[in-house]
C-alpha cells in the first residue's frame, strides 16, 4: 500500500462545520502512478479516528512520462533529459523526440534505472517512507548546435506499436567554452518543496520554496543555467516527496539544466561511507538523488563533477564525502580548477553544500571556527593559487557574502565594485532557497560584506569576458538587496599574488 500524506482541517474552511457537517476543501493532485482516496478523521492529529474514505480517484494515464530535468552532459554539446514514468522496459521502449524548431526530429534512446526498498539504507525510508519511484529514464542529446533552440518530447513505443507522448520542451543549447555572449546563471541551496493548495504535509518547514521556485520561473527568460547545491528535496526518507519536487521545478528544470549538488538531506547515514555519521536522509544514503537527477560525474555516488557554460568553469564539490588534502575528491577539486584556460573562461565558481569557506552562522560561531572543521584549511590553498572567483556553499539557510579573502584576511576593502589582480576568493552563502532560516551569530565577523535573514538566491550575469554582475534577490519580491560588479582584463588572473605563482627562476645569459 502507498501512503501519501498531506492534510487540511475540515473546521480552518468553514468555521461551522463542527454544527453542520459541511465543509469545502481543495487538494492539488499531481500524478503518482497510483490512485488516490480521500479520507476524512475525526481527533486530529494528535487521536485520529477514521471516520469515512472516499472511491478511489484515477488519472487518464497514471504511467505516462512526466516531470523532465534538464542537465549538462559531459561535454559542453550535450544535454540530457531525464524523467519518470510507470513503463519498465519490458513494457515500452523510452526515447526522446527532438530536433531544431521546424527541423526534422531525431530520436534519441533512453536507459532506465529505479530503486528497491532494499536499496534504502534505513528508517522511514525503508520501512513507513517507501514509496515505488516508479522508472527514472535518461536520454543523451548530443552534437547539439551552439545557441540554437530545441523542441523536445518524451516518448514511448508500447509492444503494441502505439505511443505515448508527453507534452513538447524546449531549451537553448549552451554556447561554445569561452562564447563572448550575455550568460546568466542562478544559485541557491535547501529549497525542499511545499504543497501549492496550501495543505499540510509531513517535514512541514520549507516555507520560503514556492516563493524562490516562483521567482525563479518568473525570470526564466533571463537565465540560462541553474545550480541548486544540495538539500533538493527535503524527502528524508518519504520517497513520494521526489516525485512533488520534480513536479514543483518542473517549469524550471524542463528549460534550462537543473544541476544539483549532493547535501546531508540526501546523502547522510551512518555506516554508509558519508563523511558524516548523520540520519539526515531520512535512510535515503544518497539513492533517490543520484537516481532522480543525472550529473556529468565519473561516478554518481561521489558527487563531484565540473561543467562549463560559456565563458564560465564551475567546480562541484560534494561536502558529504572527503576533501582533505590526500583524498579523491581533493585530488578532482585541484585538477577541476587547474583546467579552467582563464583567457577563455575567465569566471571560475566553486560550489559545494556544507560551508567550506566562511559564514556567520549562530552554531559555526558556538564552534569558533565559521565555517565546516576541516574546510577552508583543506582548501584555500587550491582556492588561492588557481584564483577561484567565488564559492559558493548551502546548509546555512541564511545569505552572507565575505569580501575577496585569504587566510582570514580581506585582501580587497572594495564591497560593490572590484577590478585588477584576483587576490582572494568571494565566499557567499546562498542556502536561503526555502528552509526555515538561519539565526546569525552575535559575534561581528571582519570579513562579512552583507547578510541577509531571509529567503533568496544569487543571480551571476556575464556580460564579457572582462564584465561580471553580482545580484542576491529576495525569493519574496525578486528585488536586489545586495550587488557588486567585477571588471579585469587576462593579465589581471595571471598577475603573481600572495601563494597564487609557481616559484620563479632567474635566467643566465651566456
Known amino acids: 500500500m502507498n501512503v501519501i500524506m498531506q492534510y487540511n482541517y475540515a473546521n480552518y474552511s468553514s468555521s461551522n462545520y463542527t454544527k453542520t457537517g459541511r465543509a469545502t476543501l481543495n487538494f492539488q493532485l499531481i500524478n503518482q502512478r497510483a490512485d488516490f482516496s480521500f479520507a476524512l478523521f475525526s481527533g486530529g492529529l494528535s487521536n485520529p479516528k477514521l471516520v469515512a474514505v472516499s472511491n478511489p480517484i484515477s488519472f487518464y494515464n497514471p504511467k505516462a512520462p512526466l516531470y523532465p530535468r534538464l542537465a ?14 510507470g513503463y519498465d522496459i519490458n513494457e515500452a521502449v523510452p526515447f526522446v523526440e527532438w530536433g531544431m524548431k521546424g ?3 531525431l530520436r534519441s534512446p533512453a536507459g532506465t534505472l529505479t530503486f528497491h526498498q532494499n536499496s534504502m539504507c534505513g528508517s522511514p525510508a525503508r520501512t513507513v517512507g517507501w514509496r515505488d519511484p516508479g522508472f527514472i529514464h535518461t536520454s543523451f542529446l548530443k552534437n547539439l548546435w551552439p545557441n540554437s533552440v530545441y523542441t523536445y518530447r518524451m516518448g514511448h513505443l508500447l509492444s503494441n506499436g502505439s505511443y505515448i507522448w508527453s ?15 550575455l550568460q546568466r546563471v542562478v544559485i541557491f541551496g535547501d529549497m525542499g518543496k511545499a504543497e501549492r493548495d496550501g495543505s499540510n504535509e509531513y517535514n512541514n518547514y520549507q516555507m520560503g520554496s514556492l516563493n524562490t521556485t516562483d521567482q525563479v520561473i518568473k525570470d526564466l527568460s533571463n537565465i540560462d543555467i541553474v545550480f541548486h547545491i ?20 518542473e517549469p524550471i528544470a524542463s528549460t534550462v539544466p537543473y544541476m544539483i549538488a549532493s547535501g546531508n538531506h540526501e546523502r547522510d547515514w551512518p555506516n554508509t561511507g558519508s563523511f558524516y555519521d548523520t540520519t539526515d536522509s531520512g535512510g535515503e544514503c544518497g539513492v533517490p538523488a543520484e537516481t532522480m537527477f543525472y550529473v556529468p560525474a565519473e561516478n554518481r555516488a561521489k558527487f563531484w563533477y565540473s561543467t562549463d557554460y560559456g565563458m564560465f568553469h564551475f567546480c562541484i564539490g560534494d561536502t558529504e564525502h572527503d576533501w582533505r588534502e590526500g583524498s579523491e575528491q581533493y585530488r578532482f577539486i585541484e585538477h577541476c580548477l587547474a583546467s579552467a584556460d582563464r583567457q577563455k573562461q575567465p569566471w571560475l565558481i566553486f560550489a559545494a553544500h556544507r560551508v567550506l569557506g566562511y559564514s556567520s552562522d549562530y ?7 565559521f565555517e565546516e572543521p576541516m574546510g577552508r ?11 577561484v572567483d567565488m564559492a559558493f556553499y ?14 582570514n584576511h580581506c585582501v580587497n576593502s572594495e564591497k560593490s565594485h572590484y577590478s585588477g589582480t584576483v587576490n582572494g576568493t568571494i565566499h557567499v552563502v546562498v542556502g536561503g532557497g526555502g528552509s526555515h532560516l538561519s539565526e ?5 565577523t571582519s570579513w562579512s560584506v552583507y547578510k541577509d535573514y531571509d529567503y533568496g538566491f544569487v543571480k551571476l550575469t556575464a556580460f564579457n569576458h572582462s564584465s561580471l554582475l553580482f545580484e542576491y534577490k529576495r525569493s519574496s519580491d525578486g528585488n536586489v538587496y545586495d550587488s557588486f560588479t567585477i571588471s579585469r582584463d587576462y593579465r589581471d588572473v595571471l598577475a603573481c599574488v600572495h601563494d597564487g605563482c609557481e616559484a620563479t627562476t632567474l635566467g643566465i645569459l651566456n
Not at 552554531?363 to 571556527?369: A, I, K, N, T, V
Open 363 to 369: 552554531y559555526y560561531g558556538l564552534e569558533g571556527s
Open 377 to 387: 584549511e583543506s582548501l584555500q590553498r587550491l582556492w588561492q593559487k588557481y584564483k
Open 167 to 181: 507534452k513538447i520542451y524546449s531549451f537553448k543549447a549552451s554556447p561554445y567554452p569561452g562564447q563572448d555572449s
Open 230 to 249: 544540495g538539500d533538493i528535496t527535503y524527502a528524508n526518507g518519504y520517497i513520494s516527496q521526489w516525485d512533488q519536487f520534480t513536479s514543483q521545478v
Open 72 to 85: 549538462h552532459g559531459k561535454s559542453w554539446n550535450e544535454m540530457t533529459v531525464t524523467w519518470t514514468s
Open 103 to 105: 527541423d526534422i526530429q
Open 440 to 444: 546569525f551569530s552575535q559575534d561581528q
Open 394 to 407: 548551502g546548509h546555512v539557510h541564511n545569505y552572507e557574502r565575505t569580501c575577496p579573502i585569504y587566510q
